[in-house]
């Protein structure tokens, strides 16, 4: 579909061999968690996924779209460790808030930073926030139930699916555009991907969250309206009925003519 798309050029695939099942073991070992049933398969077929597709600029390759699921190695913790090498320096779980609204209604608890959750990069989102695996749940023992997060770069949590199938059909419809996860956002994407989203729009079934005022990111110019000050309109006065320019002369001049001679009459009397 990216190949026959207008204007993309250098659509490549990075394929990957499966992971070593003891490596996934010993991941899990490491990490004292279970990897749920469908990503561990993806695993078994794929370590990781990579595909990348760029558009022509002035007959110049520009990078554009990216899709990118790290490979079982890479998919490390964050908030285990401090942001600094230095001691007592601070980490992301000196960042959590209590005060912070939990599940209420339709939204669902967010994740901590601290040891109450568990927090994995599936994605880094080419430094635009990261997709995370995480484990709600941590304490006292680690739940096997998992969700898809994302994270962005003001450290705050956004739900995208409970599962990491429904994840990477979502990668793979939103062709990896750029920022494509803030669409399930409060405020959205940035007006520059929105002009990307106009011109290789997903296919995806939640249309609403792509299309919700989709006009108010695009330029649109009329030129009739930026010009109507310009061009302005003649405006057509009405003229009197047409008469012969030598009829017309004649009444002016016996109109003239009477008007002095009845002055000259009033005069003399």
Known sequence: ????????????????????????????????????????????MTDGFQMTWSVK??????????????????LCRLGGSSMYALPNA???????????????GDKPEK????????????????GNGKV?????????????????????????????????????????????????QYAFTSYGVSPQAKQWFNMYKPITINTALLSE????????????KVFKSKNKTPVLKKKPPSQPAGSQKSHTSMTSAKTSSLAGNTSRK
């Open 1 to 44: 579909f990216l190949e026959t798309s207008p204007g993309v050029a250098e659509v490549t695939f990075v394929e990957k061999e499966p992971a070593e099942r003891h490596t996934i073991i010993s991941w899990e070992q490491k990490n004292s968690c279970i990897l749920p049933e469908d990503l561990k398969n993806f695993y078994l």
């Open 57 to 74: 600029t002035d007959d110049t390759p520009m990078p554009l779209g990216s899709m990118v699921i790290n490979s079982i190695s890479q």
């Open 90 to 104: 601070p980490s992301l779980a000196d960042l959590e808030d209590d005060t912070d609204e939990e599940g209420n």
């Open 111 to 126: 994740p901590h930073f601290d040891s109450r959750s568990l927090i994995f990069e599936l994605d880094p989102c080419n």
């Open 132 to 180: 995370c695996l995480v484990y709600k749940h941590a304490e006292p023992v680690v739940s096997p139930d998992t969700e898809i997060w994302f994270l962005d770069r003001a450290l705050y949590w956004h739900f995208l699916t409970k599962t990491f199938t429904a994840y990477y059909r979502l990668l793979i419809t939103h062709l990896g555009l750029p920022q494509w």
């Open 213 to 224: 005022e989709a006009d108010s990111f695009v330029n649109k110019l009329d030129p009739n």
